[in-house]
């Protein structure tokens, strides 16, 4: 099956459903950068679809970085004085910021509420908070649980460990025709949360499985990895085959109820950036647009300037821009399968476009051939206008000098990419183009 | 005479009325794109202009294409069972598909219908229909006339031959100073149309008329051709004159009370494009600029990527967006001796933009030349704006740098070509400019 | 001290004093483009900087001028027939036609009026006129003046003479770490005018007086010309010199209360050019921006094709567009001390873009650097936006490949030009970044 026809063939509500459904199934592991929890998480998705699982130890250096100690947790509490959890990582586990430190202590409430991180507008919702680089220690509660805290002494424990170890991720790679990859990373380190990231983890291994079954003009890399020290560290490992990346998108946020929105590469008119904007254009699909800035997720990293990699980032509500962004509210029920199912058509719609955006040579770039003698042009004539399909052959043609991609050729003619990458598939069957293989 | 005057001392109501009279005196004519009405419309024209008349020969290979047989008629009709002649080639040239092959029959009204063509929505109007490539017959009759046909057995009969011949077109040239040409190509192939195209032809032999009276830096090329295959035809047997062409412009749809319209050439902002604009601009007349489009006359073959020349297209409604096109309400009250002398006044402000465009260089490029001892700046100073011409005078030699056209400079200053052109002149007078030539 | 602080340290409220006083002082000399009241103003401007005053022998050639006779005048009246003084230099010296010949006559009415200018439509305003290469006189008055004249017999006496002499002009040169220069040209040549151009004058000395006190990259070029004929005189003498202007600002109207304008050089975005509209954008001060024209003050000389050099003119109310320009209307009270600074901080502003301005280069180009363990990050993780300084550490990094400038990537991060220095310098000091010399 051509990618191109995927969106006629996939079933997006089922997917919608086993998409939610996959999210719920890892919602209650407790992931951070390193440990069981994410090592347990890219296991149950090397269940779904083939997955090379890399461990990189602790202080290998990675760039400027180095792998953290890995953090494990077990139990995590706060007792007041009559011996009652107030807090329980149990119910929570958004409840401990991640990499605290093991503590078991007797302590005053003032000393405590240093330690403590609240939303006092949000005062029903846990913040997710970490501290990855700082040796420290500390609880997230909502903040009517803070406000309920009676003075007097407290018992807090963090059963946790911070040792040598090693930071997992997980790795996907389906072989196309050519060795020019499309990369498709979502970080996959946060505890607790859906839309960020469970829902672009589900669409991911989705999305991986529906092109396993495809004939594929590129390579296709999945990256399952934590944010930022993930994405670093692949990439000081993998610096000279990142070169074969032509194209990429970095997967979050694709669960909730918002409308799309696109941030683009730092390049910012590369293909993947025309061809997200063409793609969802062309199926009426609103899609809000943003420039790049250097805050965000992993394209931080892929389009830092030693790299410059064609890096965008398709959403729906994007980073930070909606309240639930890192709180316990981003639940499951914000996630809603309708929308990861739009979300996979605008990611299919995508790669349709990518697959099939080749440049061709008119063989006769003299004049138009006659068209009308091979059947591909009505034959009565006097007509005022042409239609689609004859409008398609006639753009492809004047503009199939080898210069013009089929994208550049449909931006221009204002015509869906389909119908002229349909034109151009005829017109190469009837002997009057040819793909130019750049 | 320059071109620049022409505009001046043509008169333009006149010059719309003689148009007018030329295209009622072709009107009656049965043209298509070959045989004798061609031919007797080209003789003609060769009475009111030098016309090389050429004609290419059946089956000759024109690129992808190759010249088709010769279509004559004499006479069609379709007689109903009491003999009346219902519909009748000799009331209008348009009842008959052009290139219908001969046909005498007896039929029924239900065979007969698979041949007629009518406007549903235009009970009134005749429509104009081809079928040059594929070989069939056919009536075009009013929809009122359709309706009224009864049940029973007609008699058809069209006396038409198309067999080995030539197809004819004609050439006229006016030579320059120098060996760059400008195209002006129209087409003549339709039969009783009036604005679509006898507008074309009128205003172009006028213009040829007007221009041959200058004294002309560019050469002149008139193309008087059927449609399409003339233009192929042409550029086949002409590939590499093709390139002396530096600007053109298909002349067409001239001649009803519509607003001016542009149709960029594929280059999108060749100095003929740029042209266009500006000398409308000048003369404050609304002009509607459109992209190019593979679609609509003959720019589709030069505009074809092996040529890519570049040629757009100024007419007034432009092909196939009003409702008389292609039907016999494009007739002589369609089209006005008005609107005739305003395209012509068009063409002839956009030829004498091309004829002055220029790059010149300042002689004194060190500081502005002292223009007030040379008598081209006011004596008295300290007044807060400088007159028009002292403007033109300041742009023209800030920018004339040998890489500035005059018509860079009247975009840049947004002062009027024709100011440009005459500060250029004088300070040429002075010896403060130089012509450069390319 | 460094550009970049000096908005914080000086007193623009008593700079803005202190430039008007200085405007006062001048206000009562009679100017011209030579001449002893030139001279005068040089050697006051002398005292507060150090100037280096140049004398141009009359007859001179500077490019396709002379430098022309020298002009004074000691006095001119116009006598009734009872020998009162109707118009008086006394009491204005914009009286008389600047190079009005000697003349002493008596004359008719008649005779007189083709020798007086008026304004109809500002009875109570003297204009000001000169006649700098044409010989003659003239009389300037109100246009009520000249309504009171009665028929009769007039005496007119101008005590003038026009000599060989010479033109002089000053020049102020601050030398910075590079031999690249920022010009500040100002016209002294206008008698008791004030906006245009004592207000100029002033602002450039109470610059140049500012920018001595600094550590400065650039090196700094204060004209203080004649207009038009000094700056061709100055680009005569220096024509070598003049390539090492990399920016340039002709100093004109910055003292009346209209809104700041900036005319953009020839090159239309030079650094120049840019570096106003973000300094002034940032300090959230309207700004309205011209595109560059051939007219104006000095800019049309430096920006001519043989140099074109980058200068634009960053005014209040630009040339000739307010009502008192070039009348007895442009007085002291026409301009006021807060738009004198407030003209000043713009300008200091751009200093501060200027000197700031320069390329780095990211020495972690590959995936970000650890901003945290070296204190530049927060450290606790988890929020949905980056702090302002953050982000610029992110945008510096991110685009600092040798190839953005700071102002580059300040505009495209849309942040303040000041905050990305901070940044830039922030990360220089730890290891981050290196300034790359061009």
């Given at each position: 099956m051509k990618a191109s026809q995927l969106l006629l063939t996939v079933d997006l509500r089922a997917a919608g459903e086993s998409m939610h459904a996959f999210a719920t199934e890892l919602y209650p592991t407790c992931r951070s950068i390193t440990g069981d929890g994410l090592r347990t998480t890219l296991k149950r998705i090397g269940r779904q679809i083939p997955l090379e699982i890399q461990e990189v130890a602790t202080g290998t250096t990675v760039f400027d970085w180095s792998v953290p100690r890995e953090w494990n947790i077990r139990d995590a509490w706060i007792k007041n004085s009559r011996g009652e959890k107030v807090v329980d990582f149990q119910k929570s586990n958004l409840h401990v910021v991640q990499y605290s430190v093991p503590v078991q202590r007797r302590i005053s409430l003032d000393e405590l509420k240093t330690h403590l991180y609240s939303l006092p507008d949000r005062p029903d919702w846990i913040p997710y908070r970490t501290s990855y680089y700082q040796e420290t220690w500390g609880f997230c509660l909502t903040h009517r649980q803070l406000e309920k805290l009676e003075p007097g002494e407290y018992e807090v424990k963090i059963d946790s460990t911070l040792a040598e170890g090693s930071l997992s991720y997980g790795e996907h790679f389906l072989r196309g025709r050519t060795a020019d990859e499309v990369l498709l990373s979502c970080h996959v380190?946060?505890?607790?949360l859906a839309n960020d990231n469970l829902s672009g983890v589900a669409l991911s291994v989705k999305l991986a499985e529906i092109l396993g079954g495809c004939s594929l003009k590129y390579s296709y890399r999945f990256l399952f990895i934590p944010g930022t020290i993930g994405s670093i560290t692949w990439l000081a490992r993998n610096s000279e085959r990142a070169?074969?990346?032509?194209h990429g998108l970095v997967v979050?946020?694709?669960?909730?109820?918002g409308g799309l929105h696109y941030k683009r590469s730092r390049r910012g008119d590369a293909e993947i950036d025309r061809a997200v904007i063409k793609a969802l254009r062309d199926r009426r699909q609103p899609l809000e647009v943003r420039d790049f800035s250097?805050?965000?997720?992993?394209e931080r990293q892929y389009c830092s300037p030693g790299f410059n990699l064609p890096v965008g980032s398709l959403t729906?509500?994007?980073?930070?821009?909606?309240?639930?962004?890192?709180?316990?509210?981003?639940?499951?029920?914000?996630?809603r399968p309708e929308a990861l199912s739009d979300s996979l058509a605008a990611y299919l719609a995508v790669i349709s476009v990518l697959e099939g955006n080749s440049r061709y040579q008119n063989l006769n770039p003299w004049c138009e051939p006659q068209l009308g003698r091979r059947g591909?042009?009505?034959?009565?004539g006097g007509f005022a206008d042409a239609g689609q399909m004859e409008l398609a052959f006639l753009w492809v043609l004047n503009l199939s000098d080898a210069t013009h991609s089929l994208l550049d050729i449909a931006e221009r003619a204002d015509l869906p990419f389909e119908l002229i990458e349909q034109a151009a598939e005829t017109l190469v069957a009837h002997g009057l183009l040819e793909e130019r293989l750049v």
């Open positions: 380190c946060h505890p607790s070169r074969q990346i032509q979050t946020c694709v669960g909730d109820s250097p805050y965000g997720y992993d729906r509500s994007p980073h930070g821009t909606f309240a639930q962004y890192h709180t316990s509210a981003d639940n499951l029920d914000f996630i591909l042009y009505r034959a009565l």
